[in-house]
T-cell receptor, first 111, second 111 residues
Framework: DTGVSQDPRHKITKRGQNVTFRCDPISEHNRLYWYRQTLGQGPEFLTYFQNEAQLEKSRLLSDRFSAERPKGSFSTLEIQRTEQGDSAMYLC?????????FGPGTRLTVL | DQQVKQNSPSLSVQEGRISILNCDYTNSMFDYFLWYKKYPAEGPTFLISISSIKDKNEDGRFTVFLNKSAKHLSLHIVPSQPGDSAVYFCAATLNNNDMRFGAGTRLTVKP
């Protein structure tokens, strides 16, 4: 296991469509995080899981967003009825302790 | 609320010289600070960290300094190399919870 992986790396969709991203964390990392990054900004926290439990959600996570980690391993982030403002890089990170290790991200473009 | 700030969007230095990247924070409760480096089309890569109980941490060419009274930390890179050219993000965390990131500083090291 070489690190956090995310799929797809790029996604182009039309406004109003639903999209789902997947994150596979580093094995045995029990904490998994989702961030969103827009141009010129640092990553912004969206939500995190301790094993399969979703422990915290940011105000940025509107009701169109849902995240799951059903078996405490991989996680999915779904965005329903996408809007142009959802265009961003979506980053996943996992951590065993203080340090987070990021995946390469999924770049979403909403046309 | 931007609790972590990087006020310099860019920095340019000559190869071999020192690069100093700065970061300010507003929440005195943060207990752990990290620096990440990001290349285009990749996720952030962990670089170095420091606990709030320390004022300096060194790892090879990279040193992070923490001034808690000023709520300021800095990353020193000596000597700077062209391969260090990237965007550097400062991050802070509290009680192992979600990380807050600055907006990043783009470092360019000229040969």
């Amino acid at each position: 296991d070489t690190g956090v992986s995310q799929d797809p790396r790029h996604k182009i969709t039309k406004r109003g469509q639903n999209v789902t991203f997947r994150c596979d964390p580093i094995s045995e990392h029990n904490r998994l995080y989702w961030y969103r990054q827009t141009l010129g900004q640092g990553p912004e926290f969206l939500t995190y899981f301790q094993n399969e439990a979703q422990l915290e959600k940011s105000r940025l996570l509107s009701d169109r967003f849902s995240a799951e980690r059903p078996k405490g391993s991989f996680s999915t982030l779904e965005i329903q009825r996408t809007e142009q403002g959802d265009s961003a890089m979506y980053l996943c990170a996992s951590r065993p302790g203080d340090t987070q290790y990021f995946g390469p991200g999924t770049r979403l473009t909403v046309l | 609320d931007q609790q972590v700030k990087q006020n310099s969007p860019s920095l340019s230095v000559q190869e071999g010289r020192i690069s100093i990247l700065n970061c300010d924070y507003t929440n005195s409760m943060f207990d752990y600070f990290l620096w990440y480096k990001k290349y285009p089309a990749e996720g952030p890569t962990f670089l170095i960290s420091i606990s709030s109980i320390k004022d300096k941490n060194e790892d090879g060419r990279f040193t992070v300094f923490l001034n808690k009274s000023a709520k300021h930390l800095s990353l020193h890179i000596v000597p700077s190399q062209p391969g260090d050219s990237a965007v550097y993000f400062c991050a802070a965390t509290l009680n192992n919870n979600d990380m807050r990131f600055g907006a990043g500083t783009r470092l360019t090291v000229k040969p």
